[in-house]
T-cell receptor
Framework: GQNIDQPTEMTATEGAIVQINCTYQ??????LFWYQQHAGEAPTFLSY????GLEEKGRFSSFLSRSKGYSYLLLKELQMKDSASYLC????????FGAGTTVTVRA | DGGITQSPKYLFRKEGQNVTLSCEQN?????MYWYRQDPGQGLRLIYY???????QKGDIAEGYSVSREKKESFPLTVTSAQKNPTAFYLC??????????????FGDGTRLSIL
């Protein structure tokens, strides 16, 4: 089966950095996605990792270690609009999602 | 603009009633998916389809049915057999199911509640 774990909630201050960890145990692996979801809205794609290492995209970066079954999403220079749920999803023969991490950015 | 359209945004179901959620995409994507999202839980896959006239059960297909008569459309029926249908339902599409680096694009969701 699939097991994908993320922290439930995180709180940070505007302008700060937050790191959201994701650990996974899946029967197969063909890449890992991060999505952002604002309350009541559709998830939107943030990043994709298939090889080990860091992928940087503006204020957001994502890291993957396949041997450790571990990924993180790094959000820098936090803004109020970054308050949302962040979903880790592992691509096996289908996407399996973690429960999501709710990030609250405080002024 | 291309995208995925789900309707209605809010839907109410009476006990013993079947309801159908619409999902239409104009992205020319081959694969389409239905997910259910409950508070505090991740998205769970209900059904998916790689090609017209073919679809597969996901992790929680019981009490649901789908059809894929057209590439653009993948409606989901929540049947009376689904005893706990209250949830947020999300439709998604992608270029090819299982394509390693192609993200899924999501519709805005339908929130289903029981009267």
């Amino acid at each position: 089966g699939q097991n994908i774990d993320q922290p439930t909630e995180m709180t940070a201050t505007e302008g700060a950095i937050v790191q959201i960890n994701c650990t996974y145990q899946t029967s197969g692996f063909n890449g890992l996605f991060w999505y952002q979801q604002h309350a009541g809205e559709a998830p939107t794609f943030l990043s994709y990792n298939v090889l080990d290492g860091l992928e940087e995209k503006g204020r957001f970066s994502s890291f993957l270690s396949r041997s450790k079954g571990y990924s993180y999403l790094l959000l820098k220079e936090l803004q109020m609009k970054d308050s949302a749920s962040y979903l880790c999803a592992v691509n096996d023969y289908k996407l399996s999602f973690g429960a999501g991490t709710t990030v609250t950015v405080r002024a | 603009d291309g995208g995925i359209t789900q309707s209605p945004k809010y839907l109410f179901r009476k006990e013993g009633q079947n309801v159908t959620l619409s999902c239409e995409q104009n992205l020319n994507h081959d694969a389409m998916y239905w997910y259910r999202q409950d508070p505090g839980q991740g998205l769970r896959l209900i059904y998916y389809s790689q090609i017209v006239n073919d679809f597969q059960k996901g992790d929680i297909a019981e009490g649901y049915s789908v059809s894929r008569e057209k590439k653009e459309s993948f409606p989901l029926t929540v049947t009376s057999a689904q005893k706990n249908p209250t949830a947020f339902y999300l439709c998604a599409s992608s270029i090819v199911r299982g394509s390693s680096n192609q993200p899924q694009h999501f519709g805005d969701g339908t929130r289903l509640s029981i009267l």
